[in-house]
């Protein structure tokens, strides 16, 4: 049996599409779930998809992933400026990692200039939008190859 990728959203993205619109685009978590499944699909992946507002249950999922997944795409949100949680779980994983954020943490506040999880990713991917999601996707389809009993 193939292991799904696991596509990991942090705090208050459920929000996405009515939160600040001017900052995070109108599209919802449901319209990117809808077009990373596609996409992951057509090429014989599958997804294993989770968004979560707690701390200690994206910690979990991370666990999860590292026995269950073959690789992870992450926007981790407000925690990846402050988790050493989120950076040790991802270490420890061993999975290839693609950090995703909708806008250009570079451009905004000092204190989201910190990633505590761009140290254990192999790929970081801000400023794309919802777009960012499908780049980190491909990124990780080119890395992985064809997906196990294809």
Known sequence: MRRPIYVLNGPNLNLLGTRRPEVYGTTTLAD??????????????????HQTNHEGVLVDLIQEARTAGAAIVINPAALTHYSIA?????????????????????RRE?????????LQADA????????????????LLRTLGEPAGT
């Open 124 to 139: 970081v991917i801000a400023g794309a939008g919802a777009q960012g999601y499908e780049l980190a996707l491909d990124w």
């Open 32 to 49: 990117i779930e809808a077009a990373v499944r596609a996409r992951a699909g057509a090429a014989g992946w599958d997804v294993a998809f």
């Open 110 to 118: 000092a204190f989201r200039h910190t990633s505590y999880v761009s």
């Open 86 to 106: 989120v950076h040790d779980a991802l270490e420890a994983a061993e999975l290839p990692v693609v950090e995703v954020h909708l806008s250009n943490v570079h």
